[in-house]
């Protein structure tokens, strides 16, 4: 500190200029004489502007030393310490579920991650490592115009003023760095998404992804994954993860229990093996090594190179296996199957089933549930009217009206299902026609394996040597299977009782009265 004293007292100057002290010297004794006019022309003489009742401060001072009292120190004059400015800086608007910090270990199974639960005094439940680990994601997506970040500004500052009324500067803040990379824009001190995708936000350097990458395996060091764009797993998606993509899908390594989605197409060049537990579905084309024990589901068409085993298959377009066979399971499959061997030498249960789309079926039960209770409504109203009607004369006004209203109630509903059973009968009409898909065989056809089109079904007793194609043809004015091998010659197929309830219940709702005979 800066000083200047005379043998009774001294003012202290604080190194920061904000802060003058008056105080007696150290040598000061009880009884010193100080006045008050030393002090002030010490005070002038050293350019020091008192603040408000410094001289009554003074005065006090003074007379504390003609009491014979040693006076604490007090402040004569104080400063305004300056307001320096912040350097502007650069919020994060996305949803950023977790960091990579925040992540288990890699392969971390959930065993841990409930013990990991147990450390954090939380229930060690399924639930809780699910919420905790699989669900936390590094990946973080947007959409087309999503604001990701904002920009603000250096804060504003003020100088200030030390205790000779002098300026003390303020430091001035920078301005927030911003590079900005492919697919965003600046408005303001806004950032935008130009497009959906992967926002990527790396030492000031903002960018979106329309692709994402993955370079290992879908772990708990990645976590379940939601991407708009395309999906490139460079390994395998282990058991438990979801992996959905509103674009394609290429798995390098295999695809265990998880739930892959893709409303594209999929590709596994390793191979699924969901181990009854994983779901798979794209929308349009899925392409793999093989498929064991899944349930698959895809719009168009599966195309597999060594077998597919034991699964719940439903494909909108064709199934094609290259060098293997389809064994187990119940494959449907649209617009027909090629396959190398269909079925096993240990004869396997094996249901293929070709012609009627899957999102058909499932609509024929939804519309069955529907049309049974509205049918149970229209019997429920009959019973209430018909004894009305037999006694209309000697009905009241009220009676009548209540009548009246459930007939029309009766119309309505009756309407409904002929709207519904009209659009449910041109569905079926469509897959009965002369144009069937086929069942293409290039090897061989084993026993227990059951064959069903439209409205027909047989099941295959003896093995059969391909090539060979099973269709349906009219022969003899009835509709059969028939199995036509390279040479052209045609083996009509046993029938055996459909066991396909979805016939059944096309039946029952497009032909109520003859069900009820």
């Known amino acids: 500190m800066a000083s200047t004293a005379s043998k009774m007292f001294c003012v202290k100057i604080s ?45 006090k001072f003074v007379e504390k030393t003609k009491d014979n009292q040693i006076p604490q120190p007090i402040v004569i004059a104080q400063g305004t310490a300056p307001i320096h400015e912040k350097d502007g800086s650069i919020e994060t608007l996305f949803d950023k579920k977790t960091t990579p910090q925040d992540s288990p270990p890699k392969n971390e199974n959930a065993q841990q991650a409930a013990k990991n639960s147990q450390a954090n005094n939380k229930p060690a439940t399924p639930e809780n490592a699910n919420q905790s680990h699989y669900e936390r994601s590094t990946i973080i997506s947007v959409g087309k115009n999503a604001p990701i970040l904002h920009i603000h500004p250096p804060t504003k500052g003020q100088d200030g003023i030390d205790v000779f009324g002098n300026p003390i500067p303020r430091r001035t803040g920078a301005e927030a760095k911003i590079n900005l990379g492919p697919n965003v824009r600046r408005q303001g001190d806004q950032v935008y998404a130009d497009c959906e995708g992967r926002v990527n936000f790396q030492n000031n350097r903002v960018w979106v992804d329309t692709n994402l990458d993955i370079p290992e395996d879908v772990d708990f060091s990645i976590g379940n994954i939601e991407f708009t764009g395309d999906v490139n797993v460079g390994k395998n998606i282990l058991d438990c993860f979801k992996v959905h993509s509103r674009s394609n899908i290429l798995v390098r390594g295999f695809i265990e229990a998880a739930e892959v989605h893709a409303e594209k197409s999929l590709t596994c060049l390793g191979g699924i093996t969901s181990k009854e537990k994983g779901t798979v579905h794209a929308g349009e084309d899925i392409i793999s090594k093989y498929i064991t024990n899944a349930n698959v589901k895809v719009g168009r068409d599966v195309i597999v190179q060594s077998e597919i085993v034991n699964c719940q298959l439903d494909c909108g377009g064709k199934v094609i296996i290259e060098n293997g066979p389809l064994v187990g399971g119940h494959t449907i499959a649209t617009n027909g199957i090629k396959v190398k061997i269909l079925g096993s030498e240990a004869g396997v249960p094996t249901l293929v089933d070709v012609g009627i789309d899957q999102s058909l079926r499932e609509k024929c039960f939804r519309y069955a549930e529907e049309i049974d209770k509205k049918r149970a409504f229209i019997q429920k109203g009959l019973q209430a009217v018909t004894p009305l009607l037999a006694y209309l004369k000697q009905l009241n006004s009220d009676q009548k009206k209540n009548a009246a209203k459930i007939i029309q109630n009766i119309r309505k509903l009756e309407e409904e299902i002929n709207e519904m059973t009209a659009e449910l009968r041109r569905a079926v009409d469509i897959p009965t026609s002369d144009k069937a898909p086929e069942i293409e065989v290039l090897g061989a056809v084993f026993a227990d394996v059951t064959l069903r089109f439209p409205r027909l079904e047989a099941k295959i007793i003896e093995p059969l040597k391909g090539p060979v194609k099973f269709t349906t043809k009219t022969v003899e004015e009835i509709r059969r299977i028939v199995a036509i091998d390279n040479s052209g010659y045609m083996q009509t197929l046993r029938l055996s009782v459909s066991q396909d309830e979805f016939w059944e219940t096309v039946d029952r709702l497009l032909n109520p009265q003859q069900n009820d005979l």
């Open 15 to 59: 190194d920061d200029m904000l802060t003058a002290t008056l105080a007696l010297t150290p040598d000061a004794l009880p009884g010193t004489s100080v006045s008050v006019d030393d002090i002030t022309a010490e005070v002038n003489s050293l350019k020091i502007i008192l603040q408000k009742d410094a001289q009554q401060a003074i005065q």
